[in-house]
């Protein structure tokens, strides 16, 4: 299992460097790997005579993709690390922040954000805002769902309807209650989408997501101990209390950020570190580092598909990463029933 | 660091009842002491309280002349080792990657070598050497039990707190289990362990506890302590009390018929 873990990254980061690239190629204008290659090398003072010399070229590139690209990254890995860590401190592989209402919750922040017209103090406002509600909302789950340190299945998945029900509520009341360019906001921010990404909130996501991998790698094996339930990790020296309510801010937080830009883009953080448990096994150094490259993979890969399968249309993400990620998730409740007879 | 224990006049209050009133417990390196007592009797709670991780009411535990609750997370959990009653691991660990784990308390205090010898030991005296490649979520409970010891022997601490150890195993691995405490009481650990088999905790212990609805009801060797009179009011049963190996007692419950 060891020695599968670096080829398991290794390998991750080779499909995503080559999916970055062909995000970077396709398009409604195909630009030839030679020239994104070259492009890349003159921003970094490197000259050569691949580079485009056509404005529009660049500005294709430079203005459109690269940005949009980046913020698929940040988004992929910040959703895929808050699933492990939710999974890890709730001691329950369903854990993640679509199912159990984090990412709804930050939604009706974002939201009412939109609709109440703060948004227009500045685009802080609403990540602020969707951070809030996600942090609301992953307490209200924590706080309803958990015994003996483990939140049972049955009790997580309703906790999460419930909070997505409410959440609903509260963007329909903010659908309703606002004008028609706030509506058409928040339905298009609802549905999830990379479109129209721009550099400083694309570099905010990805750093948002690159310190939040790097802390929940620093907890890596206090997770692990917790896996052992809440008694025996204490007793084995981890302070318990202050590692959940640690990981529930840092969950907050990333899932805030990615959800803040682009929308609700579901089983992101429940697929990737399921896959990755299923080839690396449980450990939380292997699972964290992959789940972040693996996040980043998925979500640039469905976001080329969703802006190129069908020409000239620009599909929302958040559809295409649910219709992937319902079948393996009924995937996986088909071999749980196979094998102790379902959830308990 | 010795790991001589001393706790006085131990109270916890759980949702306004008492659990435990004014319990003391001494545990001497060397020695292996039994905590006997019906369920409810506070016996679990004891032992997280004088592992440091529930914090009393009134009373205090000495650990080397200090308090354990005024001790960090960490260095408790290299003072303490504590076996817990759950078992079951939420991911599907590894069996070594849960001995493992057992060595965190020393991460960057221990070398590697340190560290393998002590799980190697560890899953020898626990006898799991056959399962180690094995997934800890496919185990039996008997199985997860031992699995679960390995890797508080593992932890290598010079207290060792067993709850209840023998619970889900066979009959052969209840002695093998015993013979381990024993053994690390001997190599001169201050052990304990919850117990619910008189008998078994007569032939194996130095000393035995016996709670009473979160009262000392007696402390002592075990003849002293497991007299008919005394297991009669506490455990409200009549028993016999026999002669078993070593002149230790053995204890039977009365039966009808029999």
Redesign the interface.
């Known amino acids: ?1 060891r020695a599968r873990a670096p080829l398991l990254i290794a390998g991750l980061a080779l499909a995503l460097l080559l999916v970055v690239l062909a995000s970077a190629v396709l398009g409604q204008a195909q630009i030839p790997p030679s020239e994104v290659i070259g492009s890349l090398l003159r921003s970094v003072g490197i000259p050569n005579g691949w580079a485009p010399d056509d404005r529009l070229t660049e500005a294709t590139l430079w203005v459109v993709r690269f940005p949009r690209i980046l913020m698929g990254i940040g988004v992929g890995a910040a959703l895929a690390v808050a699933g492990a860590v939710m ?1 890890a401190i709730f ?3 369903l854990a993640e922040p679509g199912i159990v209402g984090v990412s709804s919750g930050a939604a009706l922040g974002a939201a009412l954000a939109i609709a109440l017209g703060v948004a227009a103090i500045g685009g802080w406002v609403v990540a602020a805002l969707a951070f809030a509600g996600g942090l609301g909302a992953t307490l209200l789950v924590y706080l309803i769902s958990r015994s ?1 340190g ?1 939140a049972e299945v049955v009790t997580l998945i309703l906790t999460g309807i419930a909070i997505n029900a409410a959440a609903g509520a509260g963007i329909a009341f903010a659908l309703f209650a606002t004008d028609s360019a706030s509506r058409e906001q928040i339905v298009f921010w609802q549905l999830g989408s990379l479109n129209g990404t721009l550099w400083p909130n694309a570099l905010l996501v990805a750093g948002v997501a690159v310190a939040g991998t790097v802390v929940a790698r620093t907890q890596a ?1 206090r997770y ?6 809440e ?2 990790a ?6 318990v209390d202050a590692l959940r309510l640690g990981s529930i801010l840092l969950v907050a937080l990333v899932t805030g950020a990615a959800v803040a830009f682009c929308g609700i883009i579901s089983f992101v953080g429940l697929v990737v570190p399921h896959l990755i ?1 299923l080839i690396a ?3 939380h150094r292997t699972l964290i580092t992959a789940s972040a490259v693996g996040g980043a993979l998925l979500v640039v890969g469905a976001d080329l598909i969703a802006r190129t399968a069908i020409a000239g249309a620009d599909l929302p993400i958040g559809v295409l990463t649910s219709l992937l990620g319902a079948p393996v998730f009924l995937g996986l409740l088909a071999r749980q029933r196979r094998s102790s007879g379902g959830w308990a | 660091m010795s790991g001589a224990l001393r706790a006085m006049g131990l109270t916890v209050r759980v949702g306004g009842r008492e659990v435990l009133q004014g319990v003391d417990l001494e545990l001497a390196p060397g020695r292996f002491t039994a905590i006997l007592g019906p369920n409810g009797a506070g016996k679990s709670t004891l032992l ?1 309280t004088v ?1 440091g ?1 529930r914090t009393p009411q009134a009373g205090e535990v000495i650990v080397d002349g200090e308090r354990v609750h005024d001790r960090s ?6 003072l ?3 076996l ?1 009653q ?1 078992n ?7 069996v070594e ?2 001995v493992a ?2 060595r ?2 020393w ?1 960057r205090l221990s070398g590697a070598e340190e560290d393998d010898a002590a799980i190697s030991a560890a899953i020898r005296d626990a006898d799991v050497g056959h399962l180690v490649g094995r997934r800890l979520t496919e185990l039996s409970g008997g199985e997860r039990a031992r699995v ?1 010891l390995a ?1 508080v022997l593992a ?1 290598a601490t010079p207290i060792v707190l067993l709850d209840e150890p023998t619970a889900a195993l066979d009959l052969k691995h209840q002695e093998a289990v015993m013979g381990v405490a024993l053994g690390l009481a001997r190599a001169g650990r201050a052990v304990a362990a919850v117990l619910h088999d008189l008998s078994l905790a007569a032939a194996y212990a130095d000393r035995i506890v016996l709670l009473d609805h979160g009262r000392l009801a007696a402390a002592g060797a075990p003849a002293d302590v497991l007299t008919a009179a005394t297991v009669q009011s506490v455990y409200d049963l009549p028993v016999e009390i026999g002669a078993g190996p070593n002149g230790r007692p053995s204890v039977t419950p009365r039966r009808q018929g029999a």
């Open positions: 299992m999974q001691g329950n592989p003996n483990r094996r692990d101990l917790l896996a052992l339930g008694r025996n204490r007793h084995l020296g981890v302070h448990r096994g449980p450990g | 997280d592992a991780t997370h960490a260095e408790r959990s290299r303490i080792g504590v817990t759950q079951a691991v939420s991911f599907p660990f590894l990657e849960v784990m057992g965190a308390p991460a679960s890797r932890q």
